[in-house]
């Protein structure tokens, strides 16, 4: 039950194209992260909001094969 | 509304601040759910504590409920707020704080 930082990468961009993301591997285990995504769809919205979008991007992996995703959302100016 | 959904529709309504978390305040069984115990803790908010791990269609209706996949999950006043890492980002930015405040949730200490 573990993901590459990769494919949560290339998961998140396929969901959210102009999104630059940031992965970090935090226990070396390859299945606790931290992930920060920049992208100019996050503004306007809420915190929660963006983050549904992200957890909507990795189509259902999140609280599954993927365990821990710390995730910080930053809304990119354009 | 399923009967999970119904009582959590009501722990979130009859309570001002909840938290469904793996565990409970006493003794966290997960590092996230304990994060924001302890941020609720040094806040000195009074908060219920639900544990998931107890009912399984509280831990999966949880997730349907607020459409968020993980645990655990704070509500303030019936809202959503977030999860462990929006918790830990408003508690840092003292926006927490502002909400409790805005929601008139008394916190035993101003920190």
Known sequence: ?78 | MTDANQAIDNEVKSNDVVLFMKGTPQFPMCGFSSQVVQILDYLGVPYKGINVLEDESIRQGVKDYSNWPTVPQLYVKGEFVGGCDIAREMFQAGELQQLLADKGIAAKQSA
């Open chain 1, 1 to 78: 039950m573990a993901m590459d930082a990769r494919d949560i990468e290339r998961l998140i961009k396929e969901g959210i194209p102009d999104a630059r993301v940031e992965i970090r591997d935090l226990a070396g285990d390859g299945d606790h992260y931290a992930a920060t995504v920049t992208s100019a769809t996050f503004k306007g919205k809420s915190r929660v909001q963006q983050h549904q979008m992200v957890y909507s991007a990795l189509q259902g992996r999140m609280g599954g094969a993927l365990h821990a995703l710390a995730l910080t959302t930053v809304a990119a100016e354009n």
